[in-house]
């Protein structure tokens, strides 16, 4: 690398934003600039999403996925008090309605305690009442330490650090390929190149698009799930203290739905998760025709559909009907029958999947000549991605040195 070595990030969602941050702030003096399509930052997944910074109970012990997880978190409530940005740690309860979710939770809970979540603990029906009065089930797993913060505002206060430690942020600005054959990787976009000495690609819904134009490997492919959210009237407000969660379906890679406080004070109930019509269409039907085009010409997704035909019709009735939808939140909180709820803007999940169907549970972190490429960041993505951001400038140092 050049002495004043100069880096590409493409994309401010919360993971490009971390990085580029990072960079600043390990290689002094360097240049780095931000490049986004939009005309703001966090306009895909980090601005459609839930909220949570999870603890870390459900992730497999050793992943990636589970020490990013924990590391992020660490890192963002230091973060947001230094910032006096919300992080509110309200707590969450997964919650087992029988004995077969009840067996879950318990594996869950050992993962929990593998992954070093603090002060994590099951409970019975009496124990569910102490910390939610309104809540039921026979078993729950409480995490304390479970928060809600505004990813949004994160990711501009990170825009604003890199700006003022003399980065640049380039909005409007779309990434149309990389070419990596030389020394340099050179940054192709409408308004001209840009060459720089190292490219780092958090491009989330689009990022196996750019890794297919840029030379790279068409798997894993990107496959878009909506997750459909409805605020509760005033009223439901105060119904619960913090976050209400159902035990996962072990098959389906989701939360399943939820209640979830939001940092304002809305109580939020969703995401479900459905086949996407598009991949950044968040109004009406939110169709794309060479999204969805590109989704049903894949056989990988007919292999997945094949194989989830019982989860996949569970979801399709919450699509099809809001009183549905909220019957299953009904099922952990029973005096919400009768609350009233407003459709939001969805979320659109850029989840990766394998060329033989399987959806990618891991972070994937692809790395080929002077260019990384994210190519796999669900959920925990937002809470980890300060120390995705750790991770992915390492790498770049691990492999080419401080320079
Ligand atoms: C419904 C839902 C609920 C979730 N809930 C949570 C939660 O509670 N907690 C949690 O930790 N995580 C959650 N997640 C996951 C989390 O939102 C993501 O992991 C995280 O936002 C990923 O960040 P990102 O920067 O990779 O992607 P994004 O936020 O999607 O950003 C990618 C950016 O790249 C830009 N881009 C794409 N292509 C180009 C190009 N060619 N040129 C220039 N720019 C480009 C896009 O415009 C976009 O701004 C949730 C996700 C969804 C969808």
Redesign the pocket.
């Known amino acids: 690398m050049s002495r004043r070595p100069r880096f590409a990030v493409?994309?401010?969602?919360?993971?490009?934003a971390a990085v580029a941050r990072e960079l600043v702030l390990r290689y002094p003096g360097s240049r780095v600039t931000l490049?986004?399509?939009?005309h703001s930052a966090?306009?895909?997944?980090?601005g459609?999403?839930?909220?949570?910074v999870?603890a870390g109970l459900y992730y497999e012990p050793g992943g990636l996925k589970a020490r990013l997880c924990r590391r992020g978190g660490a890192l963002l409530r230091k973060f947001c008090r230094d910032r006096g940005l919300p992080f509110i740690e309200c707590g969450k309860l997964v919650v087992a309605l029988d004995g077969l979710e009840q067996r879950r939770l318990k594996h869950i809970f050992d993962r929990a305690v593998s992954n070093g979540v603090p002060g994590v603990r099951m409970l019975g029906p009496s124990g569910i009442r102490e910390v939610e009065p309104n809540a039921v089930g026979v078993a729950a797993l409480h995490s304390p330490a479970t928060a809600i913060v505004d990813f949004s505002a994160i990711t501009e206060a990170f825009v604003d650090d890199l700006k003022r430690l003399g980065g640049s942020v380039e909005f409007g600005?779309?990434?149309e390929r990389i070419d990596s054959r030389s020394d340099e990787p050179v940054v192709h976009t409408a308004s001209g190149k840009l060459i720089v000495d190292r490219v780092i690609v958090?491009?989330?819904?689009?990022s196996d698009r750019?890794a297919r134009r840029s030379g790279g490997s068409r798997y894993p492919g990107i496959v878009p799930f909506f997750?459909q959210y409805f605020a509760l009237e005033p009223a439901y407000r105060d119904i619960l203290h913090g976050l209400v969660y159902p035990v996962p379906d072990p098959k389906y890679p989701f939360l399943g739905v939820h209640l979830t406080r939001r940092f304002d004070g809305e109580m939020l109930v969703g995401?479900n998760a459905f086949l996407s019509l598009s991949r950044e269409g968040y109004r009406g039907l939110g169709l794309n025709v060479r999204d969805l085009g590109e989704t049903l010409a894949s056989p990988e997704f007919w292999r997945f559909a094949s194989r989830n035909l019982p989860s996949a019709a569970r979801e399709a009735r919450t699509v099809a009907s809001k009183k549905y939808f909220l019957r299953a939140a009904q099922e952990y909180v029973p005096a919400l029958e009768g609350a009233r709820a407003t459709r939001l803007t969805r979320?659109?999940?850029?989840q990766a999947m394998t060329a033989d169907g399987k959806l990618v549970d891991e972070f994937a972190i692809e790395h080929r000549s002077g260019v990384i490429f994210?190519r796999n960041?669900?959920?925990?993505?937002?809470?980890s991605s300060m120390a995705i951001a750790e991770h992915v400038v390492q790498l770049l140092d691990d492999t080419y040195g401080s320079g």
């Open positions: 493409v994309g401010a969602g919360i993971i490009g490049l986004e399509k939009e966090a306009a895909h997944q980090t459609h999403n839930s909220g949570v999870h600005r779309e990434v958090c491009a989330g819904s689009q750019l997750g995401p979320g659109i999940r850029a994210v960041a669900p959920s925990p993505g937002a809470t």
